[in-house]
């Protein structure tokens, strides 16, 4: 992308600036197909193919295509007949003014990053406090995740389950094919090809992304491998998701009346739709991140869930960690936990123990798959950071504040006099004065935040300090530990180890967590979050515990260690009793050592939990009372706890897998014995 630099780089690999009528002759159109491991065909070379083979529409003529896109005067931007077609369909659609093929280069990026900041959608920051940095302010409308918006369209309401919004699929189209009709009329068309994952790699995916946001384009550009080498594997005959996205606001109506640009332009009716058997993905009237950035949540987890169900892997929200112990040991974990809960700090965390140390391979999501030899390995799909500002800085998460050094776009956050951003959190004193993230004067006494709760920063994970040297691994990291997390003040212990792989299971269908400015609702109210993949699951929550036991059986004893953790958990009254941030580096140290075999577990009723003088607690000011409390476990309240996950596991009728509702049984059992 269009940023730049403290020093010197190496050649940027998506600084391609090929033009259509530079690249080597045009490759034939033949289409192959994927196979599992046993040689099964999973799935078609190209989505149109698999649309074809259910007759839903002719093979498109490569000849009449062109045609067709010279009739209108858009570029013909690839060789790939199906790529072509689709994307021809969807113009004829919305209607836009003109059609740009995005290469990924970082000129193509200086253009929009220009056209925004003349467009007044963007600011352009002191490039002395922030070098190749921006500032985008949405509508307060368009703040968040909309949930309530966001539809799987399963052909069977019970595929999509009871914690997601389930719509009929044709019902859908139709009603799409209504809002999306003119949806770019005045606008540009931009494709977006990109790959989730290294490209070309063993775990990796293809998609392409069409949208009418000049944002959207720039962003995807930190946060995927976008541009002219994910087209070229397209090309070659690649499997690839479809993507559409439109903010709903034309500029032109259907009498052919002109409106003026906005800052943000969005629309208060949004879709946020996934149709996992077809791999397709269309978002409407939002330009936010999640809603907007369609390779991360909609494709990375909802779509992606569904084809890791298919095809024997897992497409989860996780982070992954290298954590390399005194012995010189790496060990790579893969942590769960929902959004705003702690997942960045994690990610990036610098140890604070003697000879211990941390690199960062992701921060949000992970895709798991079994290698040959039974070992489950992840790649972090992402290739930037979209990672929430308020409460990072320097004291809480250094690492984080040193990636933001520049080439980043911030939206929602402050803006300080000097050009440079703020958000809360960022420093212990607050500036006398800036401009809010609404565009508003603000003082420390206006009485609101300046920087929205859910406000963002992107980035590419590249300028973290502790990335790790295999975090682009195309065929993954090995993975021997998972662990679980929420935001408990109860219940819950600081850390404790899963018996086996199907108490790992129940661990993480059972996770709770307090509500987060992450998403809309009531921020505070607790709420179970299985997997921290509640919003995210393409298909049935239950089918998707039942899956990640299949995944267990097949890596039997090489499947990875489970953990639990809570850095939440408080005292009567009311403050925490873990120090929490760098000093999760002890909880972290302790898994390592059960891995290691070097830490000491006892077994109380729901796991096994430190062992006395396990857990390295030197230096550290944390009395006796507290310690006791981090690990607690109150019979009364954990029997009521298993009512409450009966009642959960309830909704999901007879779906719920038999092993996890014997570990409830199991439970209740070691509570009253």
Same mark, same amino acid.
């Given at each position: ?167 009929d699929p044709a019902e859908m189209r139709a009603e799409l094919k209504g809002v999306f009709a003119g949806s770019m009329r005045g606008r540009t068309m931009y494709i977006v090809p990109f790959s989730m994952g290294p490209l070309g790699g063993s775990i990796s995916q293809l998609g392409v992304e069409i949208t009418d946001s000049p944002y959207v384009v720039v962003s995807m550009g930190i946060m995927t491998r976008m541009g002219r080498r994910a087209l070229d594997l ?31 332009p969005c629309n208060d009716t949004k879709y946020i739709v996934q149709y996992p058997q077809d791999r397709e993905v269309w978002s409407y009237g939002s330009g936010y991140g999640g809603n907007a950035l369609l390779g991360k949540k909609c494709f990375a987890l909802r779509i992606a869930s569904q084809m890791a169900r298919d095809e024997g892997w897992l497409a989860e929200h996780m982070l992954i960690i290298k954590v390399v112990s005194p012995a010189g040991r790496a ?127 992107? @980035?590419?994970?590249?300028?973290? =300090?502790?990335? +790790?040297?295999?975090?682009? $691994? ?5 993975? /021997? &530990? ?121 077994? @109380?009723?729901?796991?096994?939990? =430190?062992?006395? +003088?396990?857990?390295?607690? $030197? ?5 006796? /009372? &507290? ?47």
């Amino acid at each position: 992308m269009a940023f730049s630099t403290r020093e010197p780089k190496p050649t940027d690999p998506r600084d391609d600036t090929m033009t259509m009528t530079q690249r080597p002759s045009a490759r034939a159109a033949a289409q192959t197909s994927r196979t599992d491991d046993e040689g099964t065909d999973i799935r078609p070379a190209s989505p149109s193919g698999d649309r074809q083979a259910q007759g839903r529409e002719p093979a498109p003529s490569r000849l009449a295509v062109a045609q067709a896109y010279a009739e209108h005067g858009w570029d013909l931007g690839t060789t790939d007949a199906a790529l072509a077609a689709w994307v021809l369909e969807v113009a004829e659609l919305t209607q836009p003014d003109e059609i740009v093929w995005c290469d990924g280069s970082r000129a193509e990026a200086d253009r929009l990053f220009k056209l925004q900041v003349a467009n007044g959608q963007l600011i352009k920051l002191n490039p002395e406090w922030r070098p190749g940095s921006y500032l985008a302010r949405t509508d307060p409308k368009d703040v968040a995740r909309v949930e309530a918006r966001t539809f799987i369209c399963s052909e069977s309401e019970e595929d999509a389950g009871p914690t997601n919004n389930w719509r009929d699929p044709a019902e859908m189209r139709a009603e799409l094919k209504g809002v999306f009709a003119g949806s770019m009329r005045g606008r540009t068309m931009y494709i977006v090809p990109f790959s989730m994952g290294p490209l070309g790699g063993s775990i990796s995916q293809l998609g392409v992304e069409i949208t009418d946001s000049p944002y959207v384009v720039v962003s995807m550009g930190i946060m995927t491998r976008m541009g002219r080498r994910a087209l070229d594997l397209i090309e070659d005959g690649r499997t690839w998701v479809r993507t559409v996205h439109s903010v709903g606001y034309p500029l032109v109506d259907a009498e052919g009346i002109h409106r003026p640009e906005v800052a943000w332009p969005c629309n208060d009716t949004k879709y946020i739709v996934q149709y996992p058997q077809d791999r397709e993905v269309w978002s409407y009237g939002s330009g936010y991140g999640g809603n907007a950035l369609l390779g991360k949540k909609c494709f990375a987890l909802r779509i992606a869930s569904q084809m890791a169900r298919d095809e024997g892997w897992l497409a989860e929200h996780m982070l992954i960690i290298k954590v390399v112990s005194p012995a010189g040991r790496a060990h790579h974990i893969a942590a769960a936990f929902p959004s705003a809960c702690g997942k960045t700090n994690l990610a990036m965390l610098r140890s604070q123990l003697p000879g211990w140390r941390v690199e960062t391979i992701g921060d949000d999501i992970a895709w798991l798959k079994p290698d040959a030899s039974g070992r489950l390995r992840a790649i972090n799909p992402e290739r930037g950071f979209f990672g929430v500002a308020p409460g990072t800085g320097e004291s809480t998460n250094r690492s984080a504040v040193e990636t933001l050094w520049g080439n980043t776009i911030f939206t929602n956050v402050a803006l300080r006099d000097d050009g440079d951003v703020w958000w809360e959190g960022l420093t212990d004193e607050k500036p006398a004065h800036l401009i809010d993230w609404r565009g508003e004067e603000w003082t420390p006494d206006s009485g609101r935040t300046a920087a929205h709760p859910n406000s963002r920063f992107t @980035v590419a994970a590249e300028q973290c =300090p502790t990335i +790790a040297d295999d975090w682009e $691994d195309p065929d993954g990291v090995p993975i /021997d &530990a998972i662990v679980f997390g929420g935001r408990r003040a109860t219940n819950v212990p600081l850390v404790l180890q899963a018996r086996d792989w199907k108490h790992g299971v129940f661990l993480g269908a059972t996770i709770a967590s307090e509500q987060t400015a992450a998403a809309e609702g009531t921020v505070g109210a607790l709420r179970r979050d299985p997997f921290a993949m509640l919003p995210f699951c393409g298909y049935n929550m239950a089918d998707h515990w039942g899956h990640w036991l299949r995944i267990g059986e097949k890596l039997g004893a090489n499947a990875p260690a489970v953990f639990q953790v809570n850095w939440f958990r408080k005292g009567p009254d009311g403050s925490f009793l873990w120090p929490g941030f760098a000093e999760n580096m002890r909880v972290i140290a302790w898994i390592v050592g059960r891995l290691e075999r070097t830490a000491d577990a006892v077994d @109380v009723p729901i796991g096994r939990v =430190p062992a006395q +003088a396990s857990l390295d607690l $030197d230096g550290l000011e944390l009395s006796e /009372d &507290a310690l006791e409390r981090l690990f607690d476990v109150d019979q009364t309240a954990w029997l009521a706890e298993c009512d409450l996950t009966e009642e959960f596991f309830a909704r999901f009728g007879g779906r719920v897998p038999a092993a996890l509702t014997a570990e409830l049984e199991a439970l209740r059992y070691r509570l009253t014995r």
